[in-house]
């Protein structure tokens, strides 16, 4: 059987070539899954343009999995996040964010748990359990769309997990997610944030993507950063620098770097400084958000604490932005996805990373 909600375009037609279908066809029935949200194979019976043979084969060899919607939570700033249960195994979450009071963003996940273990992030507790397949993925946008009362504009892979290290299937979710045909949102409306898994950003980089990177730092200072981003001790702070900097350069944007700020840790003048060295030839944002951790561990900085760090950032060369971290009385904030199931297994790169070639 077929899935058809794990094909981007391309891969659609070559799965349904035996059913003779031409391009118009290939486009609506494309469409159907997609952009108009087939919730089940029959709902394709309508799809316009489309001849009886070619409708009846899809029919009787495609199939539609579906996740199914665990629990909803609301929080008071309009935050919505979702738990799923995939027939496949496993449950992960994501996040409905209201921007402007015309729009949402979703913030997805790519894996069940997370191989990286940044140490204040409560997904990388649970260890890593598996790749989402691309279905998966693509499935918590249309359903959270599904019942959107404003459109859904941006999906930011920053949920449960390390995109780029489920790399092929990620991808090729982003593909369909913007395909005009596919959910239509703009290639430069889907964020891939990363902690800094340069493999990852090496491959992204060569395949030239059209999407946005994030990159996670934390600290400019290794020392301190491999303290909370274990990430430091494989793939070092110079060398993720270096490949932002190549990345600023090809795609002639600033890149995104988000630090997350944790009292008493890493907001005084020596992160300052070491902020402005680190960055002084790179042209990037400088993302600040509050770390989230729900066990208390780590705190956010005190209102004095964050007033002096940002005067000492005006020695910074980069715009300076302050991301709202939200839905924070449902544990929908920066750091604290983390879904019910429990287990995974110890950080071995090769059992979480897609092929070596683009999908």
């Known amino acids: 059987m077929i899935n058809l909600k794990d094909l981007d375009f391309d891969g659609f037609g070559a799965a349904l070539a035996p059913a003779a279908l031409n391009r118009v066809e290939h486009l609506k029935l494309f469409a159907g899954v997609f952009s108009h949200g087939a919730r089940a194979l029959d709902d394709l019976r309508k799809a ?38 995939s027939p496949l195994g496993g449950r992960f979450e994501a996040v409905r964010i209201p921007l402007f009071d015309t729009k949402y963003v979703v913030c997805i996940s790519s894996q069940v748990g997370c191989a990286l273990a940044c140490d204040f992030c409560m997904t ?40 780029l290290l489920n790399y092929a299937n990620t991808t090729r979710a982003a593909r369909i997610i913007c395909h005009p045909a596919g959910l239509a949102i703009g290639a430069r409306s889907i964020t891939f944030s990363t902690a800094g898994w340069v493999p990852g950003i090496r491959r992204y980089r ?33 060398t993720l620098v270096e490949e932002i900097k190549a990345y600023a350069d090809e795609t002639g944007t600033r890149a995104m770097v988000a630090y997350v700020m944790i009292s008493g840790f890493n ?93």
């Open 48 to 85: 316009p343009q489309v001849r009886a043979t070619v409708r009846d084969w899809v029919l009787s060899h495609g199939t539609l999995p579906k996740l199914t919607v665990v629990e909803r939570r609301k929080a008071d700033d309009g935050f919505v996040k979702y738990l799923f249960e």
């Open 267 to 359: 907001v005084g003048r020596e992160d300052a400084e070491a902020l402005r060295d680190t960055f002084a030839d790179v042209p990037v944002t400088i993302d600040l958000i509050d770390v989230t951790d729900p066990t208390g561990r780590y705190q956010p900085p005190t209102a004095e604490e964050l007033a002096t760090f940002r005067d000492l950032l005006q020695m910074v060369k980069a715009p300076i932005a302050r991301r709202y971290s939200g839905g924070k009385d449902i544990g929908a904030a920066c750091g604290t996805l983390e879904a019910s199931q429990r287990g995974g297994t110890p950080f071995t790169p090769s059992a979480v990373e897609g092929p070596t070639s683009s999908p």
């Open 206 to 238: 060569a395949d030239q993507l059209p999407y946005r990177l994030a990159f996670s730092v934390t600290s400019a200072i290794p020392a301190k950063r491999a303290q909370v981003l274990p990430v430091e001790k494989t793939w070092s702070l110079a």
């Open 124 to 163: 990388g507790k649970m260890g890593f359990q598996r790749n989402l397949e691309t279905w998966e993925v693509v499935d918590q946008v249309l359903q959270i769309r599904a019942e959107a009362d404003r459109p859904v504009r941006g999906v930011v892979f920053m949920g449960m997990g390390e995109p």
